[in-house]
Each structure stands twice: as C-alpha cells, then as structure tokens.
Nanobody, 123 residues
Framework: QVQLVESGGGLVQAGGSLRLSCAASGRTFSSYAMGWFRQAPGKEREFVAAINWSGATDYANSVKGRFTISRDNAKNTVYLQMNSLKPEDTAVYYC?????????????????WGQGTQVTVSS
C-alpha cells in the first residue's frame, strides 16, 4: 500500500492561485499513474487531473487551461498548480494512485488515497 499525504490547500480569492502537493511513499513512484480528484459538499467525488509514468496528462474540461498536473520522481511528489481559481473550485482535493498505472478518469481504478486538503475560493 502506498501512503499519500496532500498539502497546500487554503483560502484564496477568486482569480488567485494555489499549488497542491502530494508526497508518496514507495520505491517505485516513477512507475505510478497519479490522479487528483475533488469533492464539494453534497457532491460526488470527481476527477480533476491525472499524469502517468511518461508524463502524459489528462484534465477534466472544467479545469483545462487553468490547472496543471506535474510530478517530480526524485521527490516522490505530484503537484497540482491551480490558476484562475473560481468559487466553484471549492472542494476537498485528494490525490490517488492508479492501480493499473494507467491514465484514467475512473475513480474505481484508484486504490490508494490521501486524506485530502481543503481548497476554498471566495468570490
């Protein structure tokens, strides 16, 4: 099992930026595909972005052009740079490891999850 710890959440005004980090345990981090999901109050957890072992990425339409996912294999860390934030981006953000090492939007394909970090965007 991989341990994941998110950080970097907080309160920001609309139009602002935040960078989330997710530190992972495990000696084979470079082979993992990683994803970011978010869950707003009263809503289902939804896909935000994913990155695979080769650096290929995928984004939800709602964040494309504003968010950037990246990874630093030397630090066993995946990042989510969030720019031009909107109030509707307010949610708890989770990072997760894809059990098939694939670039996927399917929540059930992720079997290791962090505890989440709160992002609040004020209008």
């Amino acid at each position: 099992q991989v341990q994941l710890v998110e950080s970097g959440g907080g309160l920001v005004q609309a139009g602002g930026s935040l960078r989330l980090s997710c530190a992972a345990s495990g000696r084979t981090f470079s082979s993992y595909a990683m994803g970011w999901f978010r869950q707003a109050p009263g809503k289902e957890r939804e896909f935000v972005a994913a990155i695979n072992w080769s650096g290929a990425t995928d984004y939800a339409n709602s964040v494309k052009g504003r968010f950037t996912i990246s990874r630093d294999n030397a630090k066993n860390t995946v990042y989510l740079q969030m720019n031009s934030l909107k109030p509707e981006d307010t949610a708890v953000y989770y990072c997760a490891r894809n059990k098939y090492s694939s670039l996927s939007r399917r929540r059930y394909e992720y079997d290791d999850w962090g505890q989440g970090t709160q992002v609040t965007v004020s209008s």
